[in-house]
């Protein structure tokens, strides 16, 4: 079986309900400041992982943390994740930067998301 690389898991969202409160928790729990410090959303970087807060679950109103995995072709993932049985909540598309996302549920209902930068 050939498969597409993955990188691990580099990035995880949390839905928050204060985002000030729960920023200064992630700064003392990191020893970080935050690399983007917005009113929607709040991203730190600290070794090799990325964390981002997201007031009210964001857009994609997380009501869970969300782990993603980073992967080298995302629509070969989305291929072989679906072939075995997972389904796509979200197909693969451009959050900025080059960065391509995509969300998928696993046969236990878990949501899975993946990354690719270019």
């Given at each position: 079986m050939t498969s597409s690389s993955t990188q691990g898991i580099k990035t995880v969202l949390h839905p928050v309900s204060d985002l000030a409160q729960a920023k200064a928790v992630y700064a003392a729990l990191l020893g970080v400041a935050p690399q983007?410090?917005?009113?929607?959303?709040?991203?730190?970087?600290?070794?090799?992982?990325?964390?981002?807060?997201?007031?009210?679950?964001?857009?994609?109103?997380?009501?869970?943390?969300?782990?993603?995995?980073?992967?080298?072709?995302?629509?070969?993932?989305?291929?072989?994740?679906?072939?075995?049985?997972?389904?796509?909540?979200?197909?693969?598309?451009?959050?900025?930067?080059?960065?391509l996302v995509a969300t998928v549920i696993d046969p236990d209902g878990n949501l899975l998301g993946l990354v690719q930068d270019r």
């Open positions: 983007t410090d917005g009113p929607h959303y709040v991203g730190f970087e600290a070794a090799g992982q990325h964390i981002g807060l997201l007031p009210g679950g964001g857009p994609q109103g997380l009501t869970t943390s969300l782990a993603y995995w980073h992967v080298s072709d995302i629509e070969a993932k989305l291929a072989e994740v679906t072939a075995a049985g997972a389904t796509v909540k979200e197909g693969a598309h451009d959050v900025g930067g080059g960065r």
